[in-house]
């Protein structure tokens, strides 16, 4: 079954540019059908979507962080990243990366998100000087 | 922004029914999906589109939908199910995706 590993420094210095990166087994990005997403959570609270791409590069990032966040895609590694700049303390958190299943719409062409499954185990990022 | 609502605890005695409930306007016209989370875990899904329920998922497990609420129903609850559950649904445009803020389900 598809399994996700997510990898990258744990440890940003502030205003830097937190990267990483999810490599997906058992499954191949670019056969197409889902959505591939970055999810994160701050310590002892709840899940904070960040965005999702598609295996043609097309993204959407949660509105709050768009100006920072960008998501790419590499399906020749079956891998895609996450870059977010201008870091500060309050990104400190555990980032995972998750398989977004989707709707297609006829009507509006669109690919819609629906549920998260699987997701990987998740990295701690710490944003410290 | 779009909010997703939860409270943020229920506590249960193992063998009863646990109800955690996910509230936004527009849950009317968007699925919602139910995922659990224990410490140091990540979170699995354990109800799709509503109330449709994983392979793998405890038969207990069941969702439902009215309005513009959502629930998550564990019915016999096991010490096992102690942990955190989270709702995702989408805004009324359907491309942006939001997470509750989550449930803290305590097994007495």
């Known amino acids: 079954q598809v399994q996700l590993q997510e990898s990258g420094p744990g440890l940003v210095k502030p205003s830097q540019t937190l990267s990483l990166t999810c490599t997906v087994s058992g499954g191949s990005i670019s056969s197409g059908g889902y959505y591939w997403s970055w999810i994160r959570q701050h310590p002892g609270k709840g899940l904070e979507w960040i965005g999702y791409?598609?295996?043609?590069?097309?993204?959407y990032y949660n509105p709050s962080l768009k100006s920072r966040v960008t998501i790419s895609v590499d399906t020749s590694k079956n891998q895609f990243s996450l870059k977010l700049s201008s870091v500060t303390a309050a990104d400190t958190a555990v980032y995972y990366c998750a398989r977004v299943f989707l709707m297609y719409d006829f009507w509006s062409g669109y690919y819609y998100p629906n549920w998260f499954d699987p997701w990987g185990q998740g990295t701690l990022v710490t944003v410290s000087s | 922004s779009y909010e997703l609502t939860q409270p943020p605890s229920v506590s249960v005695s193992p063998g009863q029914t646990a109800r955690i409930t996910c509230s936004a306007d527009a849950l009317p016209k968007q699925y919602a999906y139910w995922y659990q989370q224990k410490p140091g875990q990540a979170p699995v899904l354990v109800i799709y589109k509503d109330s449709e329920r994983p392979s793998g998922i405890p038969e207990r497990f069941s969702g439902s939908s009215s309005g513009t609420t959502v629930t998550l129903t564990i019915s016999g609850v096991q010490a096992e199910d102690e942990a955190d559950y989270y709702c995702?649904?989408?805004?009324?445009?359907?491309?942006?995706?939001?997470f509750g803020g989550g449930t803290k389900l305590t097994v007495l």
């Open positions: 791409i598609y295996y043609s590069g097309s993204t």
């Open positions: 995702q649904s989408a805004d009324s445009s359907g491309t942006s995706v939001v």
